[in-house]
């Protein structure tokens, strides 16, 4: 008979947070300084810490001056949970790479215990569970996104809050509405573009399916305490500014963003090829197995909505499918950019739909369960490189490879993980913020296309609007970014005039678009070695300026 341990007392959820805080914890600088997006919540936690809120104008330097703010200046473009959290942060250890990186870290230690606790909680199924904790510590693109100074992990806290919390309510425990009230709130304050999508879909599931208990007063005053505390903020964020997010609707465009999302998930999170043939096999209905107790057998007999003579996992299973497709036609349909990013709240729910499959699949045959898991968690094979290196071999394909792709070779995120954990990397910020940090002096303005963010949390100088970069315009410090300017720059009578009177200052770090972002694609592993170094152009105040 299967029966839940408490938290305290389950071995596994014990491993999971040891392991997750030696994977997640240690040397939060080794991946480089903050970058832009990074930066820019490091900056509105210290005006948070200034003005006790996040302002975008703090009257020496504008954030994004594209964009528009809300009373007294305010920041509206993101939630503004993670600036708290941030803040608090700062203020313990300091504005510090690390600490601003720290609290993010430690909620997505949490997380991956979480994710493991919640898919038990659904499923009653250890063996599913498990798996779910294990794809999700292991998880690379993951582990990058929870040591970032960014709202993702909070993201990640608040869907799977919700979930547990829901689960609640189907089993008909009246505190489940005030818990699921709770994660709600979290939830939108951390991520309003995960917020949307999980209303609906939860508000889908409510009318399609009976909610055991009939606790409607409870459940109505929980919607009414998550509406006091997510209304004023809606208003605050005015959603139907065409620059807050979303761009017009069209097809054309609705297309290229599926095709984007279908790519990623199958190259860094799920291989669909695969499961989409298992399923055809074995269909979603996990086997039975050793441990899991008939519905009639459990405290307080089936779970509500279980069908006679299931083990309960066909509703839940649906629950989390009803989740991602909400998720991801909100992704296809809505936001203007697309970015892997987005997907970041959905894997854990992606790791447990890849957990139930396997476990129906293989749960028999645990030496084949064994093999595949890993092959899953420490390389790309089956997610991506093998039908390339396959396609390789046959003539044909292997010619029309070469002519769109470069070859591709089986990688182990995890072991160039375990690399960046132990090595320090460096990367475009390390010699701009160091030459400004030993060679700026107190009131020096810095012009500069890209990282005005970083430059302004790591030496609170006076940056120009990036958006300008092109005006001709003679401050102490001038920072043209090879791939963030455009190419007539170089040979333009400005940058001419810049370079009679200004002093060059070459660095020894490469000039990458990016400090380093942790999508996986693009995110640098090691120091790049091979790239144009970031030049630094200083103009001394004695000199005039043309």
């Known amino acids: 008979m299967f029966e839940e341990r ?24 080794s991946s480089g300084l903050l970058w832009q997006d990074e930066a820019e919540t490091a900056v509105l936690a210290q005006r948070t810490l200034a003005f006790g809120y996040p302002k975008a104008d703090d009257g020496i330097n504008r954030l994004n001056p594209a ?47 979480l994710a493991y606790r919640v898919t038990l909680a659904l499923l009653h199924d250890p063996g599913i569970a498990r798996l779910t904790g294990l794809f999700t510590l292991l998880s690379v693109p993951l582990l990058l996104h929870f040591r970032q100074c960014r709202y993702y992990a909070l993201g990640v806290l608040g869907l799977l809050w919700v979930l547990w919390a829901f689960q609640q ?63 004023p903020w809606f208003c605050l964020l005015n959603p139907f500014d065409p620059s807050q997010h979303q761009a017009a609707f069209s097809l054309r465009e609705a297309g290229r963003h599926a095709q984007f999302y279908v790519r990623q998930i199958n190259r860094f999170i799920v291989p669909l090829q695969l499961f989409l043939l298992m399923w055809l096999l074995r269909g979603l209905r996990p086997q039975p197995t050793r441990g899991v107790a008939p519905p009639g057998d459990r405290p307080g007999g089936p779970l ?67 093999v595949v898991s890993a092959l899953l968690i420490t390389t790309d094979v089956l997610h ?33 993980y375990g690399y960046e954990l ?13 030459t400004l940090r030993r060679e700026a002096r107190p ?36 920072i043209p970014r090879r791939d963030w300017v455009a190419g007539d720059f170089w040979t333009s009578p400005y940058f001419q005039a810049m370079q009679r009177t200004y002093t060059r200052l070459n660095t020894d770090v490469p000039d990458l678009p990016w400090e380093n972002r942790p999508d996986p694609g693009y995110h640098k592993f090691r120091t790049v070695e091979e790239a144009p170094c970031v030049v630094l152009y200083h103009r ?7």
């Open 169 to 231: 309510t189907r089993e008909g425990r009246r505190n489940g509405w005030w818990w699921l009230a709770a994660g709600l709130i979290v939830l939108f304050h951390a991520h309003h573009g995960a917020w949307v999508p999980t209303i609906a879909a939860l508000g889908w599931w409510v009318w399609r399916h009976r909610i055991a208990g009939g606790h409607w007063r409870t459940a109505w005053a929980a919607a009414g305490v998550t509406a006091v505390a997510t209304l």
């Open 443 to 478: 009131g020096d303005t810095v012009k500069t296309p890209y990282d005005d963010h970083a430059v302004i949390f790591y030496t609170g100088l006076r940056v120009e609007d990036v958006n300008r970069f092109a005006e001709p315009t003679f401050p102490a410090w001038i």
């Open 384 to 416: 991506y490189s093998a039908p390339y290196v396959i396609a390789e071999t046959i003539p044909p394909l292997k010619t029309r490879l070469v002519e769109t792709h470069a070859p591709v070779r089986p990688r182990s995120l995890l072991w160039e």
């Open 67 to 113: 964009l528009p703010m809300g009373p007294g200046e305010s920041w509206t473009y993101h939630p503004w949970l993670q600036f708290y959290v941030t803040a608090v942060s700062l203020r313990l250890f300091g504005a510090t790479t690390a600490a601003a990186r720290f609290p993010f870290a430690l909620i997505g230690v949490v997380c991956i215990v």
């Open 540 to 546: 001394s105040s004695s000199e005039v300026a043309p």
């Open 422 to 434: 132990t090595h320090r990397y460096r990367g475009p910020l390390d010699g701009i913020i160091g």
């Open 304 to 370: 509500p909505g279980s069908a006679p003579g299931h083990e309960g996992n066909p509703q839940a299973t649906g629950l989390i499918i009803t989740l991602v497709a909400a998720h991801l036609a909100f992704l296809v349909l809505v936001p203007e950019q697309r970015h892997f990013r987005y997907l970041i709240q959905l894997m854990p729910l992606l790791f447990m739909g890849q957990s139930i499959l396997l476990w129906a699949w293989l749960g028999r045959r645990p030496a084949a369960l064994t």
């Open 6 to 29: 408490p938290v305290a007392r389950d071995p596994w959820a014990w491993g999971l947070l040891v392991a997750a805080a030696l994977l997640l914890l240690p040397n939060l600088e």
